[in-house]
């Protein structure tokens, strides 16, 4: 009997990221849409930013972060539907290596990535929450329908901090400038601004290929 290979979608993000959840419902929706599977990879964005060789987020001017940070978010949030607090997230600058190692520890499982990264997202966007908290991880597990225990009983064990350190090595070699970035057969379109090009992605290749060298 014939394997059958469904369409992928690499998912790079961290579970902090603004524009990952202003676009997690639209990927959710393109990948139901083609069939595809959303490979999930939670990565450490400060080595990742770094690696690009652009200035570090707390360096940037002042113009800068209002625009990318603010004004871009502001209009993306209204324009996708996906509602923010209108400050930057109190907990926003806490270390990555508890929730990303809650959703590769869901992953690791078998279990759906999905809902549990975007009630990680939104919860830290819309309702301020510490991300880093093991109780509110564990309510927003069970409302995605999870059991928190052996998960937070994991996230931060070596197996599962090895996994989020190779998410983290993978982006910096495949080039990822930061969070959300996708690859559709290799092909990267960073931002959640590209996710109609991933859904053209998915129905037709673009001509070309990346990287270009």
Known sequence: MREIHLPEIEYFYSTHSAFAYIGSRLLFEIAER????????????????????????????????????????????????????NHRPTWHDESLALPNGFVIAALEAGLDANLLSYAILKAHWLEDANHNDPAILSDLAKTAGIDPAPLLERALSPDIQSIHQANTQE???????????????????????????????????????????
């Open 34 to 85: 083609h069939g595809a599977k959303i490979a999930h990879r939670p990565v450490d964005l400060n080595p990742v930013v770094d690696a690009t060789s652009g200035e570090p987020f707390g360096y940037r001017s002042e113009a800068h972060r209002d625009y990318f940070f603010d004004r871009e978010i502001e209009r993306w949030s209204e324009y996708r539907g996906s509602p923010l607090i």
């Open 171 to 213: 982006a910096i070699n495949r080039h990822v400038f930061g969070s959300p970035t996708y690859f559709v057969n290799g092909d990267m379109f960073y931002g959640q601004d590209r996710l109609e090009l991933v859904d053209r992605a998915l129905r037709k290749p673009f001509a070309g290929t990346w990287p270009k060298s």
